[in-house]
């Protein structure tokens, strides 16, 4: 991801950007270094949340805003959670442990909250947005597989299993000649240092 997106030319009168490989949970930045901070989508992912908070925290400046997005534990995950439940489903072996796991990909807006108040970071507020996410066709929408963090996986299996993983997607998704919209929730918390 990092070197796609070092790759990509920078738009005209845009800042340059420096892309640094890192733990979250032990940046490699000064103290007091940024102005904001951005988070979307990665915290669910880190296997030490309460140290990657602490460390956006460590590297911003007094009265930065940070904004952390998760999927919303109190809502359906959106496609993700077809796709594992059908990997699941037809005994995939996961890539990673709880890669099928909708609850893995999802953090509840109290305990969003908690983690950034036990961070340090004030002001605390955490929105739940939703956005609809539509494809013309159940057939497309289940293709976007292949654009996913399982895209490889499914590619590597066999041709028959890999023609039952997309049917059963397309059947999860439901056949409609008005396309497939898909709901997803995010949990937006937003905290000053
Ligand atoms: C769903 S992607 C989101 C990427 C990007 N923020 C975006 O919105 O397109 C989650 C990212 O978190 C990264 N990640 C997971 N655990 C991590 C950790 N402990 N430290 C740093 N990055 C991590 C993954 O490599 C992946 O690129």
New binding site residues.
Partial sequence: ?LALAAARPAAAGAAPIEFLA????EIDALDDRFDAVL????LQ???DKQA?VLEMRRVARPGAIAVMSTWAAERPLGLFAPMGETLAELGVAEPYPRAFDADSYRLGAGDLADLLRASGWRDVRVQTVELDATWDSAEQAADTVTGTPFGPLVSALPAELQEQVRARLITKLGRSTDGVTVRTASNIARGVK
């Avoid at 890192?22 to 949970?25: E, G, K, N």
């Avoid at 988070?39 to 990665?42: I, K, L, V």
């Fill in positions: 991801m890192c733990p979250a949970s988070c979307q989508h990665g992912f880190f296997t990657a």
